[in-house]
């Protein structure tokens, strides 16, 4: 038998003295050990030494049946598996009695031999116990997934606190009954689970044998986090790598990223806080240190990715993927303020707002280098017949596409609004009215600014055309088809109604000043409405002039473009008016008088009837040659 002072050097190693001396303080915050049948409620003072020397040779037989030097099948099966269950409650209530006679020996008896014989005994519980924890684990790794754990214990994860001294059954028909699942068996087995373990956990931590008991917790967890980060396809992200990534491969990696997010946030992640949290409940300092290590590798990595994304090349197709991002990761910014709330896993946060922050910064630069490409828009080349311009296109293709993105670019801009812009008159951006807009007026701001842009653009390119007419009808056309592209999509709610009634009117305006320019040397062809009368050789001059002017009109509008159809009827329209009905009243009052006059068929050569043929050829694009219309001389 030892002497004494190898009592003391032993228990010194293991750390006893501090255990024994806090342990009554311990005691009293585990509910699952105050219902133990073995718990002394009388004070210290009043055990004898041979009350606990035959509480120490119970504790004996009962822990050394489960000891590995055990002849017995025991060391072999697990102490928490079937009919041995009622066993593994008599066993951690032996440790915990074999606890509280070795701090009663250490204070009152610290000479007793039987301090040694305690101590064995102990270090044999904590080996089996070390032993049922990572079987427990490691047999239920995939009954204990993240998403089974986070569905038992979120929200109600103080039915399991005590479970496990006695209300394990009440607690499996409750659990049963609420979640309404036919595989009542496997939520037992489940519960039954995470009861063991936390029962375990408890007991080797308040035997001093922490280190062990998490050192085998993590290891077992991490593997299960790993892998599930695995299956997401989350490799380990490196700027290098990233960078090599051709985009289409990039873009996939951030598709798969933004649907990986989500369910490592919702599911690995909580649940790993959840479990833990559960397990170690009886020490915050145990349960932050375990969390913190099982995930915070994961999730750095997992939460940098964007962060990387953000620094490859920043071209304008690449932003819609990016804004992508931000909208994943600031939707979840909450998530990961409180998953990791701890102060060991800060870093963690401080990376998913650097992430953010870089996204940010990003999709702004390549706004404004978007915008700074419109600018330098130097093509000199004109749109035959006034059509709409390639850049009128792109660009709003481009601003449309922006405007899916609204509640993105609200949290991208609110925060560093453009330099500049503030001069814009309200009525480019005017405030919508529509219920589901939640937008702040940076956005409206900086979409009615690009196309502001893109409209100075296109006004210095209709200056292109020597045919004031047709510069007049390109400004047409191209405003034209940015209104309609405003009213299709959501810039309409970002921009208002008032913007799309001062650019309609402007369209007008366009309208007229074309129609002025190309139609009124025809229609001052024809005399004024009075009551004189021409003479006969007037009459003739003015068919003449009529014939001349119409006819190089007619020539020069075959080819050119009114996209818009309704656009393009109302023009007919409004020159019909103008032209066929004066052209009429002059073709029935003169044609008469003119009766027999010499070459009258060279005189007269269009009709007010072929008048509306000869406008619906115009504004198709197509030359007099490719439609076979021709000015012909009446009937």
Not at 149 to 169: A, H, I
Not at 411 to 421: A, E, H, V
Request: proline share 3%; glycine share 4%; hydrophobic share 35%.
């Amino acid at each position: 038998m030892p002497q004494s002072s190898n009592i003391d050097n032993t228990l010194m190693e293991r750390g006893m003295s501090n255990l024994f001396l806090s342990s009554s303080k311990t005691m009293s915050t585990h509910s699952s050990f105050q219902r133990s049948s073995l718990h002394i409620t009388l004070p210290v003072e009043s055990f004898s030494l041979s009350m606990v020397e035959e509480s120490i040779r119970n504790a004996e037989s009962i822990i050394s049946k489960w000891g590995f030097d055990s002849p017995s099948i025991n060391k072999v099966t697990s102490l928490f598996h079937g009919h041995n269950r009622e066993e593994a409650k008599v066993f951690l209530q032996t440790v915990k009695g074999l606890r509280q006679s070795m701090h009663l020996l250490l204070s009152e008896h610290s000479a007793s031999h039987k301090l040694v014989t305690a101590q064995s005994l102990m270090q044999v519980a904590m080996k089996r116990l070390e032993k049922e924890l990572y079987q427990i684990l490691s047999a239920y790794r995939d009954q204990l997934d993240p998403e089974s754990v986070s569905g038992r214990l979120s929200g109600g994860s103080s039915n399991w606190s005590s479970s496990f001294e006695g209300e394990d059954e009440i607690v499996f028909e409750e659990e049963s009954k609420i979640s309404g699942n036919g595989n009542t068996k496997s939520e037992k087995f489940k519960g039954v689970a995470l009861s063991d373990l936390k029962a375990i956990v408890d007991c080797m931590i308040s035997c001093g044998y922490g280190e062990e008991c998490v050192k085998i917790y993590k290891v077992v967890r991490k593997s299960v986090l790993d892998e599930g980060l695995y299956l997401l396809e989350i490799e380990q992200f490196r700027s290098s790598k990233i960078q090599k990534k051709n985009w289409e491969d990039l873009e996939c990696m951030i598709n798969n990223w933004v649907h990986a997010v989500n369910v490592a946030l919702k599911t690995l992640f909580s649940a790993e806080k959840i479990l833990s949290d559960h397990v170690f409940s009886a020490s915050q300092r145990i349960r932050e240190c375990c969390f913190s290590e099982i995930t915070k590798e994961g999730a750095m990595n997992l939460l940098k990715f964007p962060e990387l994304v953000a620094k490859s090349k920043k071209l304008p197709e690449r932003i819609f993927p990016l804004m992508e991002l931000y909208e994943a990761l600031f939707d979840h910014m909450p998530d990961i303020e409180s998953i990791f709330s701890f102060e060991s896993t800060s870093s963690v946060k401080l990376q998913a707002h650097s992430s953010l922050v870089k996204l940010g910064e990003s999709v702004r630069s390549i706004l404004s280098e978007f915008e700074s490409t419109i600018h330098k828009d130097s093509s000199k080349t004109p749109v035959p017949g006034g059509g709409i311009h390639p850049l009128t296109r792109i660009v709003m293709s481009y601003i449309s596409s922006l405007a899916d993105y609204s509640t993105v670019l609200s949290n991208i801009l609110t925060d560093s609004p453009s330099q500049g812009r503030t001069q814009l008159p309200e009525s480019h951006f005017d405030s919508p009215t529509s219920e589901d807009n939640d937008l702040t007026p940076a956005v409206s701001l900086h979409l009615a600014w690009l196309i502001l842009v893109l409209l100075c653009k296109i006004d210095k390119k209709s200056d292109i055309y020597k045919d004031v007419s047709l510069s007049y009808l390109f400004l047409v056309n191209n405003l034209q088809f940015i209104v309609n592209k405003v009213c299709s999509t959501r810039l309409k709610i970002q921009l208002g109604q008032d913007w799309v009634i001062k650019h309609a009117n402007k369209v007008k305006q366009y309208a007229l000043n074309y129609q002025t320019h190309a139609w009124n040397k025809v229609i001052s062809t024809l005399p004024v409405r009075t009551s004189q009368e021409l003479s006969v050789e007037e009459a003739k001059s003015c068919f003449q002039r009529f014939n001349a002017a119409f006819e190089e009109a007619y020539r020069k509008q075959t080819s050119w473009i009114v996209a818009d159809r309704k656009l393009r009827d109302d023009l007919k329209v409004s020159i019909e008016k103008k032209i066929v009905t004066a052209y009429r009243e002059f073709y029935d009052i003169y044609l008469v008088k003119m009766t027999g006059a010499r070459n009258l068929e060279g005189l007269v050569r269009i009709c007010p009837d072929d008048l509306d043929n000869y406008l619906s050829d115009l504004f198709h694009g197509a030359s007099l040659s490719s439609t076979g219309s021709t000015c012909s001389s009446p009937r």
